[in-house]
């Protein structure tokens, strides 16, 4: 009697079995919640969709981003769809309910953003959305909160000190040749890319670093020089896009980049210059002109900023969208730092040729 009362116990409370859409179920659950914890505190994957950052990094490199070098930044849109893009289809189906907004915070993480660093962070001028439901973008970090940022010929200097250039970095040159036709497979080799034909014996070309002597010595090569931008060519188009800075993409600044803590004085060249930052960034309602200046609706001559700011450029000089156009980088949009190109596709190649082998698992520099 013992025994049979043990095994009908036992009987009773056997759990019942899960069924085969509920184990998978299960399974796929665990995944999201382990990628996503995996995605948003120790590293993501990206994809590079533009030349901006050649030769450094090419269009088809797939990224590994480490968000634990500078700390993981905390959701500030909780509620989205993992691992889509902010919006989806052709109709910009958004992936996100912006209803809910958390302040922004980040975990202590191995260090902080170094000059010189690959950096990916979150696009600045989409101010319609979320700030963690910005575009991705990847760019060289130039200069830190507080620095002094001077661009003279092309050539950027940081507290008077000009920042070193990285072997693969590009940028344009007009190149004179003595009409004989350019080899393709020389071009090829060397990373060197046609812009455009100005005449028959005149090009404007973007070439490496690291190709320019190389490419200079050649037997039909007669001159290369730089495409440089002077300051009686201002650009309207560049950063703060106001007629009060005769700067261009090439000769650029000076300019003070934001720091936590920095007090500025109120004029018409600053608030032109840190407008943005003070107004979309901050949140701080800023009006007025000459000697008169109100903030939030307060009479001001100074200002105070109220968190860090960074300057991003592309390597590939003439073919990059950043911080010349579109200014400083806040901290809350910084993601992660570009450690290792885990694969590289080239499209305009065959099946058989399309990886570029020499790419796997090089380190980001």
């Not at 200079?216 to 290369?224: A, F």
Request: proline share 6%; aromatic share 10%; net charge positive.
């Amino acid at each position: 009697m013992k025994g049979l009362f043990s095994a009908k116990n036992k009987i009773a409370t056997a759990k019942p079995k899960k069924s085969k859409s509920r184990e998978w179920l299960d399974a796929i659950l665990f995944a999201v919640i382990a990628s996503s914890i995996i995605r948003g505190l120790l590293f993501s994957a990206y994809a590079i969709p533009t030349g901006s950052m050649e030769s450094t990094q090419l269009v088809g490199d797939y990224l590994f981003v480490s968000k634990l070098a500078y700390g993981p930044r905390m959701p500030i849109t909780p509620l989205s769809i993992p691992f889509l893009e902010s919006t989806v289809t052709s109709s910009k189906i958004k992936t996100y309910w912006n209803g809910l907004q958390l302040p922004y915070y980040r975990l202590p993480g191995l260090g902080q953003v170094e000059k010189g660093d690959v950096v990916v962070f979150n696009y600045p001028p989409e101010k319609e959305k979320p700030v963690d439901m910005r575009t991705h973008y990847i760019k060289r970090c130039q200069a830190l909160p507080g620095d002094v940022l001077l661009i003279i010929n092309s050539r950027v200097y940081v507290n008077g000190m000009k920042n070193g250039l990285p072997a693969e970095a590009q940028t344009s040159y007009i190149v004179k040749t003595d009409g004989e036709s350019l080899n393709p497979q020389l071009l090829k080799d060397l990373k060197i890319e046609v812009r455009q034909q100005l005449s028959l014996i005149d090009f404007e070309m973007i070439i490496p670093a690291k190709s320019l002597d190389d490419f200079k010595n050649r037997e039909n090569i007669r001159s290369v020089k730089p495409v440089v931008a002077l300051r009686q060519q201002a650009n309207r188009s560049v950063f703060p896009q106001s007629d009060l800075f005769d700067w261009t993409e090439d000769n650029y600044g000076p300019v003070r980049i934001p720091k936590k803590g920095l007090t500025i004085s109120l004029n018409d060249s600053t608030v032109a210059l840190y407008k943005t930052a003070i107004q979309l960034d901050e949140h701080n309602l800023i009006t007025g002109s000459g000697k008169d200046f109100y903030v939030n609706n307060k009479k001001a001559s100074t200002y105070t900023f109220q968190q860090n700011y960074y300057w991003m450029m592309g390597d590939n000089r003439h073919n990059s969208e950043d911080s010349r156009y579109w200014g400083f980088v806040p901290e809350d949009h910084i993601v992660g730092k570009a450690m290792i190109t885990w694969l590289s596709l080239d499209d305009s190649e065959n099946i058989l040729n399309r990886v570029r082998w020499s790419r796997i698992f090089k380190p980001i520099n």
